[in-house]
């Protein structure tokens, strides 16, 4: 009975934009704040940073909105959200928004996808303040062996994604000193098979396919416990 499970162990695809259908992985899908939820699979909703630059952007009602769509039982995370220095817009404001959202993730014990652009020291700063419990996951991750050093340890997990596939990147050389036990995989917008991501990153591990399958489905049963069968 465990051979079999351990068989039909599926991809999972930590963050992505666009639905597919499939039996042999598992998504959660970023859905835009007014969009229904479907009532089968995984999805996130959240307020990105750069809804700050909207000139109708009303942060009290879209929290409300988010609040509202976080308590429905196919929303396992809360996402995206974050903080990005290299936007135009207010890094103050980009600050408060993300503690509003803490602070519903924190009351609805709803994991958080994060944006996280050249903001480490404040991503960390304001997990600490708010002595938050509820795993964060940066998604899209290309940091160097440095940043992980300085991100492992505070209750973060790291997802990673296209940027294997560029032999430029600096998550190329760096990935292999991602704790396992913290790794994710994503397709977030780019056209390519979460299947592809998993090829390269094995690869790039110098680690079996299967594996790794099983290490980070096991992560996510462990960050996700409570959904494992919902959302097939």
């Not at 002595?131 to 160097?144: M, R, Y």
Request: aromatic share 10%; hydrophobic share 40%; charged share 25%.
């Amino acid at each position: 009975m465990l051979l079999l499970r351990l068989v039909k162990t599926p991809f999972v695809d930590i963050h992505t934009h666009s639905a597919k259908s499939g039996d042999d992985f598992i998504q959660i899908v970023n859905l835009e704040l007014e969009a229904p939820c479907p009532n089968q699979g995984y999805y996130s909703y959240g307020i990105h940073p750069w809804a700050l630059d909207k000139s109708d952007f009303q942060a009290d009602e879209a929290l409300n909105k988010l609040k509202e769509n976080l308590q429905q039982p196919q929303v396992v995370a809360l996402g995206e959200a974050g903080l990005d220095k290299f936007h135009t817009n207010s890094f103050l404001q980009q600050i408060r928004l993300f503690e509003r959202q803490i602070v519903l993730s924190e009351n609805l014990k709803k994991p958080m996808i994060l944006h996280d652009v050249k903001s480490h020291n404040e991503i960390i700063a304001l997990r600490k303040k708010h002595k938050a419990k509820q795993p964060w996951i940066l998604h899209g991750f290309n940091g160097t062996e440095q940043d992980i050093r300085q991100l492992t340890g505070q209750g973060l997990y790291f997802s990673v994604g296209e940027s294997l596939l560029h032999s430029e990147r600096k998550i190329v050389k760096s990935l292999k000193n991602i704790p396992l036990e913290l790794l994710f995989l994503e397709t977030d917008m780019a056209e390519i098979d979460i299947e592809t991501v998993y090829e390269t990153a094995a690869r790039l591990l110098e680690m079996e396919h299967f594996g790794l399958k099983t290490k980070i489905f096991s992560n996510f049963a462990r960050i996700f416990r409570g959904f494992a069968d919902m959302g097939s």
